[in-house]
C-alpha cells in the first residue's frame, strides 16, 4: 500500500491493464478514462473514482491534473 500526491501536464495514455486497485481524488483538472467497449468516462475535479485489478483504460487530459492516489497492489 502506497499514497500520495500525483500532478502531470495535459497527456494521453493508450489504453492498458491495471494491475492494482487506484483510490485517486482529483484536486485540479480532470480527464477522460476510455474503456475496452471505446465508452468515454469523463470526471473532474472534485471528483473521487476507483480504478480496479484488471480494468483497461485509456488516459486523456487536456488540462494539467492534480490528485490524491492511494494504490494497494495485491
Known amino acids: 500500500f ?3 500526491t500525483w500532478t502531470c501536464s495535459p ?5 492498458q491493464r ?3 486497485i487506484e483510490l485517486m481524488c ?3 483538472g480532470g480527464l477522460i478514462l476510455t474503456d475496452e467497449a471505446g465508452v468515454e468516462h469523463t470526471f473532474t475535479a472534485p ?3 476507483l ?3 484488471d ?3 485509456a488516459w486523456t487530459s487536456t488540462k494539467s491534473v492534480r490528485k490524491y492516489y492511494c494504490i ?3
Do not use: N
Open 11 to 15: 497527456m494521453r495514455r493508450k489504453a
Open 18 to 20: 491495471f494491475g492494482r
Open 26 to 28: 482529483l484536486l485540479e
Open 2 to 4: 502506497f499514497a500520495g
Open 47 to 49: 471528483e473521487v473514482l
Open 51 to 53: 480504478e480496479l485489478p
Open 55 to 57: 480494468t483497461v483504460s
Open 72 to 74: 494497494f497492489e495485491q
